[in-house]
């Protein structure tokens, strides 16, 4: 990368934002579920770290508008789901 670029904050947050959300878009063509989980992992790792999920969720919601919201489950509620559905 060139150095000597000098950008504002909320400039080079909406280019980055911009960016993201065009490659977004062509990993959704090229594997969809892949792209999908890992966006949803993002926005529950955001918000667990109290980041904010304003950005991460405008991504995943344009890269996938009609997809239901993710839910995350805790190790022992994902635990008892797997569980469930195995037996």
């Known amino acids: 990368m060139s150095d000597g670029y000098i950008i504002e904050p909320d ?15 062509v990993l959704a063509q090229l594997a969809p ?19 904010g999920v304003e950005l991460v969720e405008e991504i995943y919601k344009s890269t996938f508008p009609n997809a239901k919201p993710s ?7 994902f635990a008892k789901k797997h569980q469930e559905i195995n037996s």
């Open 71 to 77: 839910v995350a489950l805790s190790e022992a509620d």
């Open 33 to 51: 579920e892949l792209t999908q989980g890992n966006l949803a992992i993002a926005v529950e790792g955001s918000r667990a770290k109290g980041h």
């Open 11 to 25: 400039k080079a947050i909406l280019q980055l934002t911009n960016a993201v959300m065009a490659l977004s878009r």
